[in-house]
């Protein structure tokens, strides 16, 4: 007989799923989509939602519906070594590459630099980060359950104050809303669909579906299609609380425009709005628990990605790499949080294309026998399409020409594959490689077993 939970307990690993995803960074970017969708807010928001809170839920479902133990022996499924690379790649996106240096820059910017003079603000970000980082590598280095009970803790907190903000928002509008900027102004839907690649919620829904998996399993239920179930209900739960937190907040910016005008990034955003709202005081409550919240997940990136690295290489001790993870994290925050942001982009538009496909491996891996062939194919045709995106948009980030040898490239993606300039080129030739090879997998089978018959 099938193991089944209560709904309370449904709900209990749902919240667990939403803190693991929600950082405070994944505040400033419905923000920040707000303020330049303007009247379009809502059709920006709809594509928003499908990367920002869909991939991640089908992320959570596919290492469910897999069976394996990490992302490394699912992604392993190609190959040994592109599941070793790709998994590496991946814990350093979200780790000390972008998403670690990104909570201490929206920590600084929602919770300092409205205390800091704009002359100061490089020095102040600097001390800031040097502090932020020095005690992320302290409890990096010395694991307490303190760092689990205020990440408790926040979260609820977080949510409360957001909501009360959201509340305010609705009840008491700053302004009207704006007119769309001009990346708005057509195309709202795909341009919020990639702004939902910064939340990285995809990336890393395939490193924390093991761990709703383990609690479920811990809870006693162990068949595979119970383990689904579990996950697929305690997904739901978490990206309901999400998807709430990211309209409103993608309104609170809507309307925010004419107040404030048109601002950078989404950090300054929610600061000045509780400063309207509710003063000094709401200010510094703000400032006081993205702080926290920022470092616990800076913590928690910094201290898994400690263990992957010196599980992959135990002769580099778990302690080196994780003062070298916290340096470079503390690096690349001083280039501020508009850079962060900005240099992301290139890699997700790189590795999010081979993450979703691998998620449509997954779903479909029974259909065509767990074949390497139709994995092998469907990533090869996705890597070529996603290279050459995120070599694009770095040549375009940086201001310089394609290279020589891309031009052709391009030009040929752009007259062939459908929504390539969307950033959606890569889809099409994974569904027909996935198709072609499957078929192949199918009619060699068909042929072994004609031959066996004929000969029996």
């Keep these: 007989m099938e193991n089944r939970l209560p709904f309370s307990k449904y709900f209990v690993i749902g919240v667990m799923l939403f803190a693991l995803f929600f950082g405070a960074g994944n505040l400033i970017f419905p923000a920040s989509l707000g303020q330049n969708a303007g009247t379009n807010v809502w059709e920006a928001a709809a594509g928003f939602l499908i990367t920002g809170i869909g991939l991640p839920f089908l992320g959570i479902l596919a290492m469910g519906v897999s069976g394996s133990r990490n992302l490394q022996e699912l992604s392993s499924r190609v190959h040994p070594l592109y599941g070793i690379i790709f998994t590496s790649l991946l814990y350093l996106t979200i780790g000390p590459l972008f998403a670690a240096p990104r909570t201490g820059a929206v920590a600084y910017d929602i919770g300092i630099a409205p205390f800091v003079g704009g002359g100061s603000d490089r020095i102040g970000l600097f001390i800031f980060s040097l502090i932020f980082f020095g005690v992320t590598l302290w409890f990096s280095l010395n694991p307490a359950k303190l760092v689990d009970r205020i990440g408790k803790i926040l979260s609820p907190a977080i949510i409360i104050l957001i909501f009360v903000l959201l509340v305010m928002v609705i009840v008491k509008p700053m302004g009207s809303i704006g007119v769309p900027q001009e990346a708005y102004a057509n195309g709202a839907f795909v341009k919020g669909f990639m702004e939902g690649y910064n939340t990285m919620d995809a990336l890393a829904s395939l490193v ?21 179930s579990a996950s697929a209900k305690s997904g739901l739960v978490a990206v309901v609380f999400l998807g709430i937190i990211y309209v409103g907040v993608a309104y609170l910016g809507a309307t925010s425009t004419g107040r404030f005008g048109l601002l950078e990034t989404g950090g300054p955003v929610l600061g000045k709005t509780a400063t309207y709202y509710f003063g000094i005081v709401g200010t510094v409550m703000l400032s006081i628990i ?9 913590i928690g990136l910094v201290t898994a990605c400690g263990e992957y690295f010196h599980a992959q290489m135990p002769k580099i001790s778990y302690k080196i790499w994780v003062v070298f993870f916290s340096l470079v994290s503390l690096i690349i925050g001083n280039f501020g949080l508009a850079n962060i942001i900005n240099f992301s982009i290139p890699v997700l538009m790189f590795l999010y294309p081979l993450a979703v496909v691998l998620m449509m491996l997954t779903f479909l891996s029974k259909f065509f026998r767990h074949s390497q062939i139709v994995y092998v194919s469907a990533t090869v045709v996705t890597f070529m399409v996603s290279i050459i995106d995120g070599i694009k948009t770095f040549c375009q980030l940086v201001g310089i020409e394609n290279f020589r040898w891309m031009d052709p ?3 040929f993606y752009e007259q062939v594959l459908p929504l390539y300039n969307e950033g959606l080129g ?3 030739p994974a569904i027909i490689a996935i198709v072609i090879s499957t078929g192949i997998v199918k009619l060699q089978k068909y042929v072994e077993t004609s031959f066996r018959e004929k000969n029996a």
């Design 208 to 228: 924390f579906g093991i761990i709703v998996i383990n609690t479920v399993r811990a809870m006693g239920v162990k068949s595979t299609s119970g383990i689904l």
């Design 290 to 298: 993205i702080i926290l919240a920022c470092l616990t997940t800076s």
């Design 409 to 411: 490239i391009v030009s």
């Design 426 to 428: 890569w889809l099409l």
